[in-house]
């Protein structure tokens, strides 16, 4: 791949959407919406550009897309305003999916299962960011998390990761959120030390839905406009 040229952070469009789906599944698989395959990915993704609470943002080069950052503004209301008008595609593409993927489909009966039927057919969208462990005032009210970032292997060490989180924080200041959130996994499957130099600190600790253990981080992102 060609080194030459700047690197560009700009909000996705739907052109892109089939590049950030695909990068997405092949290089962040954790978790249940990746395994239910691109299809899936892009209509989330396509959700959050057109929900006002949504950040889905590229890092492109000479019409490349190097990677992406999906967050939001606002968790709470970005669940709210996705499920309230994109409700019935997800439930469609997210079935489909599992009725394809039998092994899948039953992890997610015993692990997700009534928790996604709540949310689904119940009143409301509340959304818990950090899920439960020892994570102080986390997870309720009005709060802007960064989802994931994804950078294509030939692309790191460019600094483009950086790139994307550093546009996110400046988005989330200038709506005036004062706090940031994200989860990662522990050790060498996780991002701990990228997000450690760049000023997050840990702020607890638990066991996710897949059994597997991980770090949810803060940061003011005004803290990043002031450096």
């Known amino acids: 791949m060609s080194t030459e040229g700047a690197i560009e952070v700009r909000p996705a469009s ?3 959407l089939r590049r950030t789906a695909a990068l997405h599944v092949a290089e962040l698989p954790h978790g249940l919406f990746p395994r239910l ?7 989330w993704q396509r959700a959050h550009i057109e929900s006002a609470y ?25 669940v709210a305003w996705i499920l309230g008008h994109h409700r019935r595609e997800l439930m469609t593409a997210g079935l489909r999916a599992l009725l394809s993927r039998p ?15 709540r949310r689904l057919f119940g009143r409301g969208a509340s959304a818990r960011v950090a899920g439960r462990g020892d ?5 309720f009210g009005s709060i802007a998390v960064l989802e994931a970032i994804v950078v294509a292997p030939a692309a790191r060490g460019e600094s483009v ?17 004062d706090r ?28 996710d839905r897949d059994g ?3 770090h949810t981080y803060r940061i003011d992102p005004r803290f990043v406009r002031a450096r």
């Open 54 to 78: 949504g950040v889905l943002l590229v890092a492109a080069r000479g019409g490349e897309v190097l990677g992406f950052l999906l967050g939001t503004t606002d968790r709470p209301a970005n």
């Open 161 to 177: 990761g950086t790139a994307l989180s550093e546009e996110f924080l400046s988005i989330v200041a200038a709506a005036g959120g």
């Open 212 to 214: 597997d253990e991980v």
């Open 135 to 139: 994570v102080p005032e986390a997870g």
């Open 103 to 117: 092994a899948l489909a039953l992890g997610f009966v015993r692990t997700r299962g009534p928790r996604y039927a």
């Open 14 to 16: 739907e052109d892109d």
């Open 37 to 43: 395959g691109e299809g899936f990915v892009r209509r």
């Open 180 to 207: 940031v959130e994200l989860v990662t996994k522990a050790g060498a499957r996780g991002a701990a030390g990228f997000y450690e130099r760049a000023g997050w600190r840990r702020v607890g600790s638990h066991v």
